[in-house]
């Protein structure tokens, strides 16, 4: 019976597993070119969505190119209405706006930065428009990388408010095209789209039940997700391990197909699925990710696997009662034993159920090992009780290395202690990642509503630290720049006891602790403090802090203060990790308070240029009539001068020197004696083909000195041209520019060669 049921058992074990493998390698295989199919489908869907919007973009940069046809006034009119009528029609694009070099569109500009910025953007219903000068200064860094690269770009994500205010933040990108003229970069068009409009097709990307998308930009950033609070979020800060694990985090940056199976964000083993979007010839592809649960994808393998499972089961039944009929044949202790062994099947495992056989037959042995197993079985339910009541020290030992049961028991018990040092270990995890994130939330109101006042917003960082890390003091130390002789960092906010310290303290780079994290750019953690560093008062006297905790506030590699922090308490990983986080966040937003107090500054100098401008306009008016009037005598006094200048070339012989003394002008009349060409003649030096001894010849150097120094002269010369001698009568006249500096020597000189043959 053993025999014939163990070997059903087998085979129906083994037909079983296999036909589960195939099925399940099938299901699986299906559900993976479902998936594949799926997202190669909404990917070019996207991507067409965005060619779409690029093809647009594209367009206004070929058709801008007009501009040369026209004037400046013209084009920036036709160009506005042009732009207006495009944001008009196209209810996707949030704004529309386009980026001129002044070096190119002004010819009196001559900066290498410096650009004209027209922006169109909507307000409700409304479509408003601003015109303005930007980078007056120098290129911005994001903008410099458009500039330098001149290609078709794609923004990663981004939140912007058109009002200002931060609960109509938008999650947007930005489609730029350059402008170029025979290749030369002039300026950009770009426009900006809203991508709450992926989140209806993200959420309706289901290819199975349970499954769920999501798209992700080139940086990594959720542009879509079907939970909308994901929104601008980071992957790596719910996949990082994962992806890190199968290599997909560059294969995504790099625009790849990556594929794997992985527990999700929920702990559900799934199938992931990322297909890149690749949008015109921008380098900078976005992925669109499916995952789909395993469970859902096996589920009709699994209930096949089941039933399957039942018939076999019942099928061993059947041919386990038809062995029972003809076991009535066998010897009473082999049916007393097999009862035993139906009430254990059943699950029934007592000491009473014993056999009291004296035989040492085969039928003794087999008796005496069942009572060993017995007895194991006994004390198995008593360790299972036990650990059930969760007395996990309970004294058990199994029969031997064999004994499966009894080591999965043990094992068992090893796992649920394993299970349970894990549980209080994540309960920690958990409480310090609870603890973290309200910080984080503290800080980002904290932060939203001081931006506008560094003291205020100094005091409020320090106060919240010292507090949340129940330490017993802190300080923060703020760049100051005002003076570029004296840079240094200022103690702008002290705290202790539940109160402020009104102190001043300046520190140089590098200078001490403060300067030395500043000047490395990394955290300073101390457990050992120097004597005398700094001391922690109290009413109960004074003392050397514990811990010493140093932070920079680095935002992009430059580092705009420093927070220190000490306490009698060591500072655990987790808490020095948070202030490490919340410096890059108080960082950013100190940038953005510096950035609002410059712009507050500028408009209100701008403002009172406006005024000036005005009263200057009357001022303008009259002056241009003046000019008007100017113009036309100096117009008249031209047309004597001109005339004055052709009688000079038609009387006399005229050339015209570099401060240096070639030749850069002549006029006809002295090549037609000479019997030269221009081209003889322009760029030789005055020295060549004179006559001179050589005290003639200091003396005419020191002549071209005395010109060089705006000092005239009259000289008598003799050249030698084509084997003919000329003597000349001349004069040297300096010209100079509205500085008073000599630019050109004017020469006029007279033929007297034959006054002095006929002498």
């Not at 044949?329 to 004296?358: C, F, H, W």
Request: glycine share 6%; aromatic share 10%; charged share 20%.
């Amino acid at each position: 019976m053993v025999v014939i049921i163990g070997i059903s058992t087998l085979i129906f074990s083994l037909a079983i597993g296999y036909i589960s493998i195939n099925a399940k390698k099938t299901a699986m295989d299906d559900a993976i070119a479902v998936t594949n199919a799926v997202a190669e489908k909404y990917a070019s869907d996207i991507k067409a969505m965005l060619e779409k919007d690029l093809v647009t973009m594209q367009t206004l940069s070929y058709s801008v190119l007009a501009y040369k046809l026209m004037s400046e006034k013209q084009w920036k009119e036709i160009f506005a209405k042009m732009y207006y009528e495009v944001i008009k029609n196209n209810p996707q694009f949030l704004s529309i706006w386009d980026s001129w070099e002044l070096i190119h569109i002004d010819p009196s500009y001559s900066n290498p930065y410096g650009r004209y910025v027209a922006e169109f953007w909507r307000d409700g219903q409304q479509i408003k428009s601003n015109f303005s000068l930007k980078s007056m200064t120098g290129d911005n860094p994001e903008y410099a990388r458009i500039k330098q690269k001149a290609i078709d770009c794609i923004e990663n994500p981004y939140f912007y408010s058109y009002t200002g205010k931060d609960q109509d933040q938008v999650l947007m990108t930005s489609l730029i095209s350059p402008i170029l003229e025979n290749g030369k970069y002039i300026g950009v068009v770009g426009i900006d789209i809203s991508l709450e409009r992926y989140h209806p097709i993200i959420s309706q990307i289901k290819p199975f039940n349970n499954s769920y998308a999501f798209l992700v930009s080139n940086d990594l950033q959720y542009t879509a997700h079907p939970i909308m609070e994901k929104h601008g979020q980071n992957l790596l800060e719910d996949y990082e391990a994962i992806l890190d694990r199968f290599g997909a985090t560059q294969k995504i940056i790099n625009g790849e197909v990556s594929s794997f199976v992985a527990d999700d964000i929920n702990g559900i083993r799934s199938y992931f699925q990322f297909t890149p979007i690749y949008i015109g010839k921008t380098g900078t592809p976005w992925s669109l990710a499916i995952i789909v649960p395993q469970s859902t994808i096996l589920e009709k393998a699994n209930r096949n696997f089941y039933i399957s499972i039942m018939v076999g089961v019942l099928g061993l039944i059947v041919l386990s009662l038809v062995i029972l009929y003809a076991s009535q044949y066998i010897i009473q202790p082999i049916l007393t034993i097999t009862s035993i062994i139906k009430r254990m099947a059943l699950g029934n495992i007592s000491e009473d159920i014993k056999l009291s056989v004296a035989t040492n037959d085969e039928i003794g042995q087999m008796a005496a090992a069942l009572n060993t197993t017995i007895h194991g079985l006994s004390q198995k339910v008593a360790f299972a009780s036990s650990i059930g009541k969760g007395h996990l020290d309970h004294d058990f030992h199994a029969l031997s290395n064999e004994d499966v049961l009894g080591v999965a028991l043990l094992d068992m018990r090893q796992s649920i202690k394993n299970s349970r040092d894990e549980e209080e270990k994540r309960k920690v995890e958990d409480s310090q990642r609870r603890w973290a994130n309200e910080g984080m939330a503290k800080f980002g109101e904290i932060l939203r509503q001081n931006n506008d006042d560094l003291n205020i917003l100094s005091k409020s960082i320090v106060k919240e630290l010292v507090e949340m890390l129940e330490a017993n003091q802190g300080g923060l130390f703020l760049f100051n720049d005002d003076d570029p002789d004296e840079p240094h960092f200022e103690l702008t906010a002290n705290y202790a006891y539940s109160r402020f310290k009104h102190k001043q303290k300046k520190i140089h780079l590098g200078e001490g602790l403060i300067g030395a994290c500043a000047q490395e750019k990394k955290t300073i953690f101390l457990t050992e403090i120097p004597e005398g560093y700094i001391e922690i008062t109290s009413g109960l006297g004074k003392s050397n802090p514990n811990a010493l905790l140093i932070v920079p506030l680095n935002m992009e590699g430059n580092i705009l203060g420093v927070i220190e922090i000490a306490s009698f308490n060591i500072f655990k990983d987790y808490q020095i990790e948070f202030v490490e986080r919340i410096a890059q966040t108080i960082a950013s937003t100190l940038t953005a308070v510096k950035i609002n107090i410059k712009t507050a500054a500028l408009l209100a100098k701008t403002q009172q240029q406006a005024e000036e401008m005005q009263a200057q306009e009357e001022e303008m008016r009259q002056n241009m009539e003046e000019l008007q009037a100017t113009q036309e005598e100096s117009f008249r006094k031209s047309t004597e001068m001109q005339g004055f200048i052709d009688a000079l070339n038609n009387s006399n012989f005229v050339i015209e020197y570099d401060t240096l003394g070639y030749i850069t002008s002549i006029n006809n009349a002295y090549l037609e004696l000479l019997g030269l060409t221009r081209d003889d003649v322009v760029g030789t030096h005055h020295s060549d083909k004179l006559d001179l001894d050589p005290s003639k010849k200091m003396e005419y150097e020191q002549m071209w000195n005395g010109l060089r120094n705006g000092i005239p002269c009259k000289l008598m010369n003799r050249f030698i041209v084509n084997e003919k001698l000329f003597v000349f009568q001349e004069t040297y006249t300096p010209l100079k520019d509205e500085q008073g500096v000599v630019y050109k020597i004017l020469k006029i000189s007279n033929n007297v060669t034959n006054l002095l043959t006929e002498k």
